[in-house]
């Protein structure tokens, strides 16, 4: 026995007393190595120091990786020293994080060297990355997209996940809460690209003839009907649009082309008329004008190939007695959305403002709308505003009929579905 | 900390490399054992504290049974303490929680709910334990049974335990077989560039190869359907996976060993060249299966006792191998394929199973075996694996998009990476080979491969090695 451990271990070192470099090479290999990894360091520290003049380099500072000690010392008198422990440990272990996390979103190397390699696998390996999927013909993807559609359906238990994966208990709260104020809600969740265009994905999927949607969708709305909870399917919407319409999503960003989102406002004041709302305030009528606006999707950004030429569409802006639209707070709809919302609203997207859902719904049913969308977390993040609101006084349901909750269907799949908000009439 | 990131490659090893070679000798080993400290607390500081317990327990251990004055009672409660305190620690850290999820699982299927276990806390599995306890109670196994000389310097003992090459995901490294190293190694400038060499494969292996494979097989895993293709390119790819990410490791281990002066053990020698699983296990994670058979099959009587009693002992390493890997009944069935395999080609004198197909077909045959195997090793959970088993024969469910992953898994991108790791598999040399000799243009194609690696890792996001979590 003792002799097949010796035996290992002279293997070891037999070969490494075989080793054979020339000198040349032994010292290209060696000061090739040592050149790249400290170079980085180097750049990154000397950019440091130019960038905020301090004595100490901040990447090279190990007491940002210490706790506070004001805060253990917090913590121990509150708990008792077991506590403080755990509290300095899990601090650490976020400064590490933190840490790590600066040091890339700092790096010179990584920003010089992202566009290309990502030029690389995309364009030139016909590869992808990890959150931008390459799809066919110049069509871009967004992985979490991609995972909703291909994914096992999301109403199947998944204990594994943080936060609460069923989003029927959060939808059936606030429709009864919304209920209780006689305000009706209609739940629209938003088709992603690839439920629309899969073919642009996959030539499995050409002669497709539906929209292709998560496993449980479709159980999804037959709860949603038990539940008494309306909804609109966009996805058949925009699946019968895109043969007639021209393009409803946009190629190199994640969301819909202003074609969508006007089809996507036209469904939804379809269906709120259908309701037989009893309004109080007259209609109006609004002014659409054509504008071209070019942008670089957001996939296109993820990858930060900036020297792409940048994609063209045409907005509807929406406007009133020449005003360019806005949302009233009065108004007796609300939509809460999220960047499918935003998008040629928020100049921050990058394509444009004035003719976004909100606007759109709005010229389609001749109201006021109000809004309220955040790009992120759509399936909490504005029902957890609209609930903050109302404990701050600031009732954003008050003199409300309908409620449209629009969001990214992904969402229904990977959104944390909280529950335990209230929205009851201050 | 992971080698193949910024945060390793460009703060933490340039530090080590330039406090090592500026330090004096004597103070080298404290360097070391405290940069690995931080290298292992970096996911998670307490459970620093909780290695050097262990390392504590077992230096003072170590330098009880060495004691030539010492009776045998004393030397060998010492020798129980060491694999008491270290089973225990491994046992309470890796298997508590898996005890307590099969007491409860059996209470309900009993119909006494009421009778669960409430646990107010999960237990946090510190990165590599299964490592670092094999490693340190190898060194009291080896003192006791005189195979080696206990160490009288603690710090010492701490650098061979904490050393950070290969602290999380081994090789395992036995104390008899570096102890010669710890007293005295050479630095060389040759040895330093054929370290660069094994660290610059190993990050292009694990970068370039591993992650575009795992991609694949994480895509086909978690699929809510499969085609029968699909399902086998998938899992095609994650016997690709595993094999360039582990054996990434263990070369950027033996390359960072190398720049230090050490001289590891090698881990991988071509093991999907394999003409059986016997041959298999001669090839595969060598650290592991050599521990195995000189620390529980050969003291379990090997194949000394009688043939029933071989095959037993067989079946026990290899279940006992695989619950290693981790607290899952998957594990366990992986462990128990390879126990069943190994002892059917020893019942048919070895490789007859094999005996009457051409090399080649030998070859593909173990393949298959092994792959199959993977998929309990890959599932998360054992419904899942034999989901995917179903997809595999083209029982499993089908859902409208599924299919879709066609789109992204066979893009030119990772039919090329699929491409290049079947190439490197079956046709190119090993590292250990490759990085022998070193002309110009081999060393340039090291730095290339580095340099594109490096590029690359910088757009991936966080990849930790498979065996981190083991």
Known sequence: MASLSIERERQAREEVGVTSYSRGVKWFLSAFFVVTVAGGTVWHLALDLVDTPRPWPRILDPTRLLPATEEVRAVAAEAGWAAALKAANDRMGTNIADYETDLEDGSPVIDALMPTVNAVVTDLLGGSTESVYRGRDGWWFFRPDIDYVTGPGFLTPRPRVEGAWDPLPALDEFHRALNERKIALIVAPIPVKPSIYPERFSTRFEGAQTAIQNPSYAQFLARLDDAGIAHVDLGAVLWEARRTEGSVFLTTDTHWSPVGVALGAAALGEAIERMGVSWERLQVSHARTPTEVAGRGDTIAMLDLTRRAPETVTLQRISRDGQPWAPQPNAEVLLLGDSFTNIYALPSLGWGSGAGLAAQLSAALGRPVDALAINDNGSYATRAAVAAGIRRGRDRLSGKKVVVYAFASRELAFGDWRTGYTYDEP | ?470
């Open chain 2, 1 to 470: 900390m992971v080698f193949s990131s910024y945060v390793f490659v460009f703060v933490f090893l340039p530090a080590v490399l330039v406090a090592y070679y500026l330090a004096p000798r004597k103070l080298k080993h404290l360097l070391l054992t405290l940069f690995s400290y931080g290298f292992y607390g970096w996911a998670n500081p307490a459970f620093a504290f909780l290695m050097l317990f262990s390392t504590a327990v077992d230096y003072r251990c170590g330098l009880i049974a060495g004691r030539r004055d010492a009776g045998d009672g004393t030397r060998r409660a010492a020798l129980v303490t060491s694999i008491v305190t270290n089973l225990g620690l491994l046992g309470f850290f890796k298997y508590a929680n898996f005890g307590i999820d099969n007491y409860n699982a059996l209470v309900t299927a009993l119909g006494g709910d009421h009778l669960q276990w409430e646990t107010f806390f999960r237990i946090t599995l510190p990165l590599g334990i299964s490592f670092y306890t094999f490693q340190s109670m190898s060194y009291t196994i080896d003192v006791y049974r005189r195979h080696a000389e206990p160490v009288r310097n603690f710090v010492d003992f701490a650098c061979y335990v904490a050393l950070f090459p290969q602290l999380v995901a081994g090789p395992i490294v036995r104390f008899r077989e570096i102890a010669d190293q710890l007293a005295e190694r050479g630095h060389s400038i040759a040895n330093f560039a054929r370290g660069v060499s094994f660290f610059a494969f190993g990050m292009a292996k694990k970068i370039l190869i591993a992650n575009p494979c795992g991609k694949i097989a994480d895509v086909c895993f978690e699929a809510g359907s499969l085609t029968v293709v699909d399902a086998w390119y998938g899992i095609v790819a994650y016997s690709f996976q595993i094999y360039f990410d582990f054996s990434a490791y263990s070369d950027m281990a033996i390359g960072l060993g190398l720049m230090l002066g050490f001289a590891f053990p090698k881990n991988f020698d071509s093991p999907y060249l394999s003409q059986s699983i016997t041959e298999f296990w001669r090839r595969w994670h060598l650290s592991l299966s050599s521990f195995l058979r000189d620390y529980l099959y050969i003291p379990l009587g090997g194949n000394r006792k009688g043939e029933r009693r071989t095959y037993v002992n067989l079946m026990t390493v290899m279940l006992l191998g695989g619950l290693w890997h981790g607290a899952l009944w998957n594990f366990v069935i992986w462990g128990a394929i390879h126990g069943v395999m190994l002892a059917v080609e020893r019942r048919f004198e070895k490789d007859s199973l094999y005996r009457r197909l051409p090399a080649p077909a030998k070859m593909l045959l173990t393949f298959l075996i092994v792959t199959i195997a993977w998929v309990f090793f890959r599932a998360p959970t054992l419904g899942e694996a034999l989901d995917y088993l179903g997809a595999m024969v083209g029982l499993g469910p089908q859902t409208a998009g599924g299919p879709m992953i066609a789109g992204l898994i066979y893009q030119p991108y990772y039919l090329l990476v699929m491409a290049v790791a079947a190439g490197v598999v079956w046709l190119a040399p090993q590292t250990w080979d490759y990085t022998r000799r070193m002309t110009w243009p081999k060393a340039a194609w090291a730095a290339a491969a580095f340099a594109t690696a490096l590029a690359v890792m910088m757009g991936q996001a966080f990849n930790p090695f498979i065996y981190f979590i083991f």
